[in-house]
């Protein structure tokens, strides 16, 4: 049973635009969320994070939007840059669990000249 | 900064065999974590730890054993290795959490196995 989902295993944007990625989750328990990225042969490094009583965080070109009611998330550059192509996963955590991760299966960014 | 460590880089292994794999950090960290990456898949959490002398297993611990004797390093344990082992290991670590707010996992560069 796959509780956090990335239903888009890649996406190309061209340089410029806007990459939006989006992430679903079924379990209610979830109230911190987390978006890694991944580059091949390396480990994944933290992006940007969201808390449940947010709708929405922003880190420089990096913007999360979560919608609770709906249970997805979705994370947003603008503008995207050719070095941002890599493997996104979402993340997602219950507080007071050892920060446990449950992580999505990923989505492939190719970002386009 | 050397942050999350990981040893070895790459193994190869036959069926049975045994082998363990390191993880230190040097962000004195209380937690830390091993994960598993197959393909299409998402990483997977085999055990945890929530600091020195404490382990607990993950989503996916059959076939695993851990040990972390001191704070710094995490050791992942195949007793006998099988061909669906084979996989990607992540190690990572985080702080305490601060109230509310999870800390981020920092990760190391991963061991790739291969199981014959």
């Known amino acids: 049973d796959q509780q956090v989902k990335q239903n888009s295993p890649s996406l190309s944007v061209q340089e410029g635009r806007i990459s939006i990625l989006n992430c679903d989750y079924t379990?209610?328990?979830?109230?911190?969320f987390l978006w890694y990225k991944k580059y091949p042969a390396e480990g994944p490094t933290f992006l940007i994070s969201i808390s449940s009583i947010k709708d929405k965080n922003e880190d420089g070109r990096f913007t999360v939007f979560l919608n609770k009611s709906a249970k997805h998330l979705s994370l947003h550059i603008v503008p995207s840059q050719p070095g941002d192509s890599a493997v996104y996963f979402c993340?997602?955590?219950?507080?007071?669990?050892?920060?446990?991760?449950?992580f999505g299966t990923g989505t492939r960014l190719q970002v386009t000249l | 900064n050397a942050g999350v460590t990981q040893t070895p880089k790459f193994r190869v292994l036959k069926t049975g065999q045994s082998m363990t794999l390191l993880c230190a950090q040097d962000m004195n960290h209380e937690y830390m974590y091993w994960y598993r990456q197959d393909p299409g898949m998402g990483l997977r959490l085999i055990h945890y730890?929530?600091?020195?002398?404490?382990?607990a297993k993950g989503e996916v611990p059959d076939g695993y054993n851990v040990s972390r004797l001191k704070k710094q390093n995490f050791l992942l344990g195949l007793e006998s290795a099988a061909p669906s082992q084979t996989s990607v290991y992540f190690c990572a670590s985080s702080p305490l959490p601060t109230g509310a707010r999870v800390q981020p996992q920092h990760f190391g560069d991963g061991t790739r196995l291969s199981i014959l």
């Open positions: 379990n209610s328990m979830f109230d911190y």
């Open positions: 993340a997602a955590s219950p507080t007071g669990t050892a920060s446990k991760l449950t």
């Open positions: 730890s929530v600091g020195e002398g404490t382990t």
